[in-house]
């Protein structure tokens, strides 16, 4: 035995154990209860009684941030540790470089002695040289590991397999871990988040209101259900929401029942910031689990979203119009007022008429009153109508222009699922080479003559890839839900107010134009256009309620409405 082992040691000695996905988790050998074991043994050979454990369990030893870790360096500085123990000296990490600087330059210089149990490496013993070889070795492995890794995702997310963990509202299928299933009571918060939306609340509303309701926040809900999640610890009360964690809520679009894959990505192996990638770098999936929101209720809150718009400063009252009204000659917003003399009377009108721009050559004025009248008055004749004439309004609704669409979208989708097995394909290819060439199946000429035709084939797929997503993204916006959208028109049948709601799931936005003299009757024309069909005129049939709407004007001026035409 060597003199080293028979002589009782002096001072502390820290056991540092370390685990991650990298160092194959379900290995006994590398399990942290061997590696305790193994250190502890050693530690009493080499004479050492008082020792401390430091572990870091499933962290990645490419970066030297480890909870644990940091804390066993501060103790060397303090000068409370004489010794370092690890199973391997990959457990220090795999990044070679700052791995090397810890045994070639801090350990020695707070005089602590390394010990490598599995790698026969012990700096009281003399120094070893090929230390630094297997430390390049270990970063090397954790840099083919991962590789493949990224070579399997990229397979997974162009399968549509998920590649992130289920969102607030959704559970891994217990069938299928790989995909998700919606979670009643979390999905219940979330529809109840899109209600307050359609309604005209923003994020900090909504997160008092679900605080008043007692709903547990995502992080309280998650560990009163036993689920742990990486990452730091929320602070806040249980139902206390923050408005930050409603607003990404309410921009999932995985809550349309779609799965989106490489939303972030890392430059390299070694910096785990996550960088945002481009949409059209994005692999986006529909309708592959139920969905908790429908697709017009999500986009139409991702357009209020876009819209949020100041309170007036007379009163802080906001009327359901605000954002919706536009002029048709500058293309403004009309702003809501109150008449200063009284604030009964309110008013939108379009300021680039009064401004010193004067980009409208009219005033563009539509009392709130009148146009509460004429909205509910059209919404009205509208669900008449998709009522007593259903399969004429389905008719209009859905003409050659959106069969010709749907043609487009479905040649386009055709090309992009080929292309997409390609990749996938390619992706195998490439691996298979990969090994060979590892193996010594094919020599490195070989390999670089292959992999670079390959990589060229999949270069020009991908941009291919990325024009088509575009494509089909602006064409799958665009197409019309014509059962969606009657079903929510005839929820307004018997309506007899406006509200916030129904405006947000009805009405994309309402033109107003100047009122004109005509024949000794003032009219006012409005062109309201509607979610998924646009401007729409209402034809005039049978049971169908007739235009009749007159307000009489403080200035004794009778008002009349008549709808601005279509052009067809």
């Known amino acids: 035995m060597k003199q080293s082992d028979n002589k009782t040691a002096h001072g502390t000695a820290a056991l540092y154990c370390r685990l991650s996905r990298d160092d194959n988790m379900d290995s006994e050998s590398n399990s942290i209860q061997n590696q305790k ?125 998920p590649l992130s963990p289920p969102p607030y509202g959704y559970m891994k299928n217990p069938d299928d871990p790989r995909f998700w299933v919606i979670d009643p009571e979390a999905a219940e918060v979330v529809r109840c988040i899109y209600r307050l939306a359609l309604e005209g609340n923003g994020p900090l509303q909504i997160a008092t209101a679900l605080g008043t309701m007692g709903a547990l926040n995502p992080s309280a809900y998650r560990t009163s259900k036993g689920i742990s999640k990486g990452g730091s610890k929320s602070t806040l009360e249980p139902t206390k929401w923050n408005h930050t964690t409603v607003k990404k809520i309410l921009t999932l679009q995985e809550y349309c029942g779609d799965v989106i894959n490489f939303k972030t990505y890392s430059k390299s192996y070694k910096m785990k910031r996550r960088i945002e990638n481009p949409e059209e770098n994005r692999a986006i999936f529909l309708n592959v689990h139920e969905p908790i929101i429908d697709r017009v209720t999500w986009e139409k809150v991702q357009s209020l979203q876009t819209t949020r718009r100041r309170l007036p400063t007379v009163t802080k009252e906001s009327s359901a119009f605000c954002g919706y009204l536009k002029c048709p000659e500058c293309g403004g917003n009309l702003t809501f007022h109150f008449n200063q003399g009284n604030h009964d009377i309110k008013f939108f009108s379009c300021n680039n008429h009064n401004s010193g721009l004067r980009k409208c050559s009219s005033t563009h004025y539509i009392r709130l009153d009148f146009l509460e009248q004429v909205v509910l008055y059209e919404i009205h004749r509208l669900a008449c109508f998709a009522n007593e004439y259903e399969n004429d309004f389905i008719k209009a609704m859905v003409g050659r222009s959106a069969k010709v669409a749907e043609n487009d ?130 034809p005039d049939r049978r049971k169908i309620p007739e235009r009749d709407i007159l307000l009489e004007t403080r200035k004794g001026v009778a008002l009349s409405y008549a709808p601005a035409q279509i052009a067809i």
């Open 409 to 538: 979208r479905v040649r386009k989708k055709r090309e992009l699922d080929g292309l997409l097995a390609r990749d996938r394909e390619l992706d195998m290819l490439f691996e298979r080479l990969y090994e060979d060439n590892v193996s010594g199946k094919i020599d490195d000429a070989r390999f670089a003559k292959m992999s670079k035709r390959y990589e060229q084939e999949q270069g020009e797929n991908a941009g291919r890839i990325k024009a088509l997503r575009l494509e089909l993204k602006k064409l799958e916006d665009k197409r019309m839900d014509v059962d969606a959208f009657l079903e929510t028109v005839r929820r307004y049948t018997d309506a007899t107010t406006i509200t916030k709601r129904m405006v947000a799931e009805l009405i994309q936005y309402i033109e107003v134009y100047p009122a004109v003299k005509e024949d000794g009757i003032t009219n006012q024309r409005v062109t309201i256009h509607y979610n998924c069909i646009g401007a729409f005129e209402v």
């Open 37 to 161: 074991k193994i250190l502890q043994r050693a530690a009493k050979d080499k004479g050492y009684t008082d020792t401390i454990f430091f572990v870091d369990d499933g962290i990645t030893g490419t970066t030297m941030k480890r909870p644990s870790f940091q804390k066993m360096i501060a103790a060397i500085e303090a000068g409370y540790i004489s010794a370092v123990f690890v199973k391997d000296l990959s457990r220090l990490g795999r990044n070679y470089i700052e791995v090397g600087k810890l045994t070639e330059e801090f350990f020695p210089l707070h005089d602590v002695r390394l010990v490598a149990v599995s790698d026969g490496v012990d700096s009281g013993e003399g120094e070893d040289d090929f230390t630094p070889f297997k430390n390049i070795m270990n970063e090397y492995y954790a840099k083919d590991i991962s590789k493949k890794r990224r070579i399997v995702n990229k397979m997974k997310g162009n399968a549509g397999i």
